[in-house]
């Protein structure tokens, strides 16, 4: 068997080539070069898809004995995950670049490469698992054992195809464990802190990114309540998101939050934080992985966004790509252009955008 591993020159990616080299895979290094600094225009040194990390990818990949392959996606880096994270915040969403780039570049592009090479199936160092159910006879994505870890939620998109061509070896590991194999290898990286950042927004700013890449200023704007009073001066409705408390700026004699915001009159919409709380979400761009296609209401756990903790709802497919989900209990800050995925115990049931 002949395996793609994808490597970002991190320690998961790494000791995923590792792994799957010792269990008798005949292994082929891969990175993706997605931009440069000229791109972003910030120093990129650290960040996934940087020419550095390249550099760091090869070294493990040298160390195993394996060949590496480096593919430059910078334009398709750009289509598919820059300019919809953009457009989705100056529509008043709230992207999750994570996802898109997982759909497109990881599971999208590399799985044309891994048919390229004559491989035999593609493995990367996310943290879930996949299995087969022979009494449907689908493919399934799991969470991972380690539920601290796990990276289910932006791995939704995956289709039968791809899960049952994807490897997941530390789906079964704790990062301990991971970081333990790295050292035992002499991999540089073995002490590489994981990155909490966009990986093309290094500093946390994406503000700044998107007015250096649109070459434009998105100017302020007033802060209205429901009944459309005045009550401040925002610096730019694509600076907040829902829920959000601090830095508004604005002296209402008690807390205020973000209840939605209005691109088209340049508005942010503030509220009581009871405002935020609703029980009914519509999704549209789904993807439905453990059934064919969802009949009548179905019960799951959904979170709606990664680090929400997955709630007790019942779910209707609406549509063709459209689901309804009602939870039991309101949810606070349910956020237009973020995923909602669907869970039975640790299965993966699907997922779509908030819409």
């Not at 070069?33 to 000229?38: A, E, M, S, T, V």
């Not at 997941?168 to 790295?182: C, E, I, S």
Request: with cysteine; proline share 3%.
């Amino acid at each position: 068997m002949k395996a793609l591993i994808a490597m970002s020159g991190g320690v998961d990616s790494s000791v995923t080539a590792q792994i799957m080299s010792k269990e008798g895979y005949e292994c082929v290094g891969c990175t993706m070069c997605l931009f440069d600094d000229d791109m972003i225009g910030k120093n990129i040194s650290d960040s996934c898809g940087s020419p550095e990390n390249t550099k760091d990818a090869k070294s493990v990949t040298d160390s195993i004995g394996i060949d590496h392959h480096i593919f430059h996606y910078e334009q398709k880096f750009k289509d598919e995950v820059i300019e919809p994270f953009v457009k989705t915040y100056e529509q008043g969403y709230t992207p999750n670049p994570c996802i898109e780039c997982n759909r497109w570049m990881k599971f999208g592009y590399l799985f044309e490469e891994m048919k390229k090479l004559g491989c035999d199936c593609l493995a990367t160092g996310h943290y879930a698992r996949t299995d087969y159910d022979s009494s449907t006879g689908r493919y399934l994505l799991k969470k991972a054992l380690d539920d601290t870890k796990d990276q289910s939620y932006v791995l939704y998109t995956l289709t039968q195809y791809q899960l049952e061509h994807i490897r997941f070896p530390l789906g079964n590991m704790t990062k301990d464990h991971t970081r333990q194999v790295a050292y035992e290898n002499g991999f540089k990286n073995a002490d590489r802190k994981d990155s909490q950042d966009i990986c093309f927004v290094p500093d946390g700013d994406y503000v700044a990114f998107m007015e250096r890449y649109r070459n434009k200023h998105y100017p302020e704007g007033d802060f209205v309540d429901r009944n459309g009073n005045v009550l401040g001066r925002h610096k730019g409705y694509v600076h907040y998101t829902i829920g959000q408390r601090k830095g508004l700026g604005v002296a209402a004699g008690h807390p205020i939050f973000v209840v939605d915001i209005d691109p088209v009159n340049n508005r942010v919409i503030v509220g009581e934080n009871e405002e935020l709380f609703k029980s009914e979400l519509i999704a549209n761009d789904i993807n439905i992985i453990s059934v064919s296609k969802i009949e009548g209401d179905m019960r799951v756990k959904a979170k709606i966004r990664y680090r929400h903790k997955e709630q007790p709802a019942t779910v209707t497919q609406i549509g063709e790509d459209t689901i309804r989900v009602v939870f039991d209990e309101p949810q606070r800050a349910i956020t237009k252009g973020q995923a909602v995925v669907m869970y039975d115990g640790d299965v993966v049931v699907g997922g779509g955008t908030i819409c």
